[in-house]
């Protein structure tokens, strides 16, 4: 008998999703068929079976209510459009489940502090998949940035660029409303990253645009965060056809310069399994560039990437159930990215700098 099957014999953690567009296919559904303390139980679709085709145990639901009805299922995951993070969450944990949500984790702050405080009333777990602090780039940068390399920072900048004209084929990504737009989308990234590195900043000053032809949704922006002694810029254009480096961090000793290239996504989407010592590894002339100057002589090396694997977030949820260990993304701090984008979005209308209470 396989590890696997060893596993679910005692107690896995039997988990539904609540969709099986790409967020589930991709990001969470092998991840949890890898983990032998997983079991991939059930999906919600309304129509199609795509999630029986790949995974035939599976049971399909029709119904949300059915899925959460269900005593079997322990874990929701809540992985559909950002607007219905909030209903969908709040119902999960009604009914009892523990829920992971995708990022963003609510549209409003609002919506957030209830449902911490739903979850809290409840004993449940309650997690936000900010996948991308289990990328490799960004462990290399956190690596450079807490080995004090560069010395006391002065500048850092962080790029989600793309070159995307072309309207997403996802209607519910370039229809205007709440929670649409690149600042929820990719923002929520770039924006929990900087929190993770530096905290919360004490103001910051955004310009949030829209800019491809046809797009009735922001598209391109520039949040300019400010803390006592440097600034952080996070930007995204989806027209720039030659990007510069993702990740720029400058500071007294010297800089650091790498490229977003954690390949973990295309290798999931060629359909590849997260599993083996291999995953996970960028290749080598993906290091990142580290220039440093010592009594007075330049030194330029290429920093060895830090392997990225999202199944240390599913393994880090297994050990928060299971063994009393503590939640890998609490909904406490993705709230607080929440809070950056609301504040960045009155900054833009307003066109002045917003201190943070």
Known sequence: MDDKHRCMNAETIKTGLLSFGMSGWVFHAPFIEAHPRFTL???WERSKNLAVQKYPEVKTFRMLEDLLKDPSVELVVVNTPNATHYEYTRKALLAGKHVIVEKPFT????EGEDLIGLANEKGLLLSVYHNRRFDSDFRTIRSVISSGVLGPLSEAEFHYDRFRIELSPKVHKE?????????YDLGSHLIDQAL???GMPYALFADIQTIRPHSQVDDYFELLLYYPSFRVRLRCNNMVCEPLPAY???GSKGSFLKQKTDV????????LKPIGTEWGQEPIAERGLLHTISDGKNQKSHVPSEPGNYMDYYEGIYQCLREGKANPVPAEGALQVVKIIELAFKSSEEQKLVKLA
Not at 264 to 271: K, S
């Open 248 to 250: 720029t961090v400058h």
């Open 41 to 43: 139980y059930g999906v």
């Open 264 to 271: 973990q996504e295309t290798a999931l989407q060629a359909g």
């Open 107 to 110: 549209v409003h702050t609002t």
């Open 175 to 183: 229809t205007p409303g709440a929670g649409t737009g690149s600042l």
């Open 196 to 198: 993770q590195l530096f």
